[in-house]
C-alpha cells in the first residue's frame, strides 16, 4: 500500500472538519435538533447530564490528541466560532430558565425619542427593546463602512493579532478564516456584485487605538443607566444575506447594537424548556435604530434582507 504522506492527510481530515461545520452551520437544521437531542427531558436527566458531560471531555480529549498530531489546530481555531469558547458545554450544563421572561412577550417594545427615563423601565429586563432613530445621530452611522475598517486595521500595528490572540473572529457561513481575510477579499466581493460569493462576519475589537479611534464617531448610548458600565471592548457586524446564525450568547451583561447600515430582521426564539408557554418573536430595524435583547436567555439569529449590505456595532452594559 502507498504510504500517505502527512500533507494529503491533513488536508482530507481539514475538508471534512469543514465539510460537518458547514454542515450544522445551516440554519435550517442546526438549533431545533440540536436543542432536543441536548435538552430533552433535562429536568429529569440529571444523572445523565453528567455522564453526557464526562462523555463530551473524553471525546474532546480524543479528539485533541489526533488533531494535536495532524497539526491542524490553527484550522479549528481559525473558525473557533463554531463551537466558541466550549459552546457545546455551555449548552448542556445552563441553568433552566425561568420562563416568565417570555411568557407574555409576542413583540418587542418600541421606543421612540428614546430617553433614560423611557427607557429605565426596562434597562435590566429580558423584553426586547427596539429604539427607533435612537443612533441617527452618530457620525459613524455615513462613516464605518468595508474600506473604512479594512484601511484602519492596516494603518495600526498588530491589529489582526489582537483579534486572533484577544478578541474573537466570528465567520458565521462564510468562508474567512480570520479579520485579515475579510479585507483581502476583492472589491466585487466586498460589494456582493452578482457571481461573487456572499459573506457576513462579526469580530470583537479589543486594541486600545482602534478601539479609540472607533469611538471617535460615537458614544456611549445616551439613553443607558448613568451608572451602567461599558466593557473595554466592541463588535462591528457587517455583510449581506444570512446574517448570523441562531445561538445564545455567553456573555455577563445585557447587550446593546447600533443598526448603521442596512436593514435587519431579528429571529427570537425561547430556550427549549420555555417553548411550550413562550412564542418566537419576529422584528426588523432600520438604520439608525437601537436593538436591546437579553442575548444570555433568548437563542437569535438575523437575516439582511434584498442583498442590502448591514454594519452595526454592538457592546454590553451593566
Given at each position: 500500500?502507498?504510504?500517505?504522506?502527512?500533507?494529503?492527510?491533513?488536508?482530507?481530515?481539514?475538508?471534512?472538519?469543514?465539510?460537518?461545520?458547514?454542515?450544522?452551520?445551516?440554519?435550517?437544521?442546526?438549533?431545533?435538533?440540536?436543542?432536543?437531542?441536548?435538552?430533552?427531558r433535562r429536568q429529569e436527566k440529571q444523572e445523565f447530564n453528567k455522564k453526557r458531560i464526562v462523555l463530551i471531555v473524553s471525546l474532546t480529549f480524543l479528539l485533541t490528541s489526533i488533531i494535536y498530531q495532524l497539526n491542524i489546530f490553527s484550522f479549528i481555531f481559525g473558525i473557533r466560532c463554531v463551537i466558541p469558547n466550549n459552546y457545546f458545554i455551555w449548552e448542556a450544563t445552563r441553568p433552566i430558565s425561568d420562563c416568565n421572561f417570555?411568557?407574555?412577550?409576542?413583540?418587542?417594545?418600541?421606543?421612540?425619542?428614546?430617553?433614560?427615563?423611557?427607557?429605565?423601565?426596562?434597562?435590566?429586563?429580558?423584553?426586547?427593546?427596539?429604539?427607533?432613530?435612537?443612533?441617527?445621530?452618530?457620525?459613524?452611522?455615513?462613516?464605518?463602512?468595508?474600506?473604512?475598517?479594512?484601511?484602519?486595521?492596516?494603518?495600526?500595528?498588530?491589529?489582526?493579532?489582537?483579534?486572533?490572540?484577544?478578541?474573537?473572529?466570528?465567520?458565521?457561513?462564510?468562508?474567512?478564516?480570520?479579520?485579515?481575510?475579510?479585507?483581502?477579499?476583492?472589491?466585487?466581493?466586498?460589494?456582493?456584485?452578482?457571481?461573487?460569493?456572499?459573506?457576513?462576519?462579526?469580530?470583537?475589537?479589543?486594541?486600545?487605538?482602534?478601539?479609540?479611534?472607533?469611538?471617535?464617531?460615537?458614544?456611549?448610548?445616551?439613553?443607558?443607566?448613568?451608572?451602567?458600565?461599558?466593557?473595554?471592548?466592541?463588535?462591528?457586524?457587517?455583510?449581506?444575506?444570512?446574517?448570523?446564525?441562531?445561538?445564545?450568547?455567553?456573555?455577563?451583561?445585557?447587550?446593546?447594537?447600533?443598526?448603521?447600515?442596512?436593514?435587519?430582521?431579528?429571529?427570537?426564539?425561547?430556550?427549549?424548556?420555555?417553548?411550550?408557554?413562550?412564542?418566537?418573536?419576529?422584528?426588523?430595524?432600520?438604520?439608525?435604530?437601537?436593538?436591546?435583547?437579553?442575548?444570555?436567555?433568548?437563542?437569535?439569529?438575523?437575516?439582511?434582507?434584498?442583498?442590502?449590505?448591514?454594519?452595526?456595532?454592538?457592546?454590553?452594559?451593566?
Amino acid at each position: 500500500m502507498p504510504e500517505i504522506s502527512q500533507e494529503l492527510l491533513q488536508n482530507v481530515v481539514k475538508e471534512e472538519i469543514h465539510n460537518v461545520l458547514e454542515h450544522y452551520l445551516k440554519l435550517e437544521c442546526s438549533l431545533e435538533e440540536l436543542q432536543v437531542s441536548i435538552f430533552s427531558r433535562r429536568q429529569e436527566k440529571q444523572e445523565f447530564n453528567k455522564k453526557r458531560i464526562v462523555l463530551i471531555v473524553s471525546l474532546t480529549f480524543l479528539l485533541t490528541s489526533i488533531i494535536y498530531q495532524l497539526n491542524i489546530f490553527s484550522f479549528i481555531f481559525g473558525i473557533r466560532c463554531v463551537i466558541p469558547n466550549n459552546y457545546f458545554i455551555w449548552e448542556a450544563t445552563r441553568p433552566i430558565s425561568d420562563c416568565n421572561f417570555c411568557s407574555n412577550v409576542t413583540k418587542p417594545v418600541i421606543l421612540h425619542n428614546v430617553s433614560k427615563e423611557t427607557f429605565n423601565p426596562y434597562a435590566y429586563s429580558s423584553q426586547p427593546i427596539v429604539a427607533r432613530g435612537a443612533f441617527l445621530y452618530w457620525p459613524a452611522k455615513t462613516k464605518f463602512s468595508w474600506h473604512f475598517f479594512k484601511e484602519l486595521y492596516a494603518d495600526i500595528e498588530d491589529s489582526y493579532k489582537s483579534v486572533e490572540e484577544e478578541c474573537q473572529f466570528l465567520h458565521f457561513k462564510s468562508d474567512f478564516i480570520s479579520i485579515k481575510d475579510v479585507f483581502s477579499m476583492s472589491e466585487a466581493r466586498s460589494n456582493n456584485k452578482p457571481g461573487e460569493r456572499s459573506w457576513y462576519v462579526g469580530w470583537g475589537n479589543c486594541h486600545p487605538v482602534i478601539l479609540q479611534e472607533m469611538r471617535k464617531y460615537y458614544s456611549k448610548p445616551n439613553f443607558l443607566p448613568a451608572d451602567s458600565e461599558i466593557p473595554h471592548k466592541e463588535y462591528v457586524f457587517m455583510g449581506y444575506d444570512d446574517g448570523a446564525t441562531m445561538h445564545l450568547d455567553f456573555i455577563n451583561r445585557l447587550m446593546w447594537q447600533a443598526q448603521l447600515k442596512g436593514e435587519k430582521l431579528w429571529n427570537l426564539l425561547p430556550p427549549p424548556e420555555c417553548q411550550a408557554v413562550c412564542k418566537p418573536v419576529e422584528f426588523k430595524v432600520y438604520p439608525g435604530d437601537g436593538v436591546l435583547v437579553d442575548t444570555r436567555v433568548w437563542y437569535h439569529a438575523t437575516t439582511i434582507p434584498n442583498g442590502q449590505f448591514s454594519l452595526s456595532v454592538q457592546s454590553e452594559y451593566g
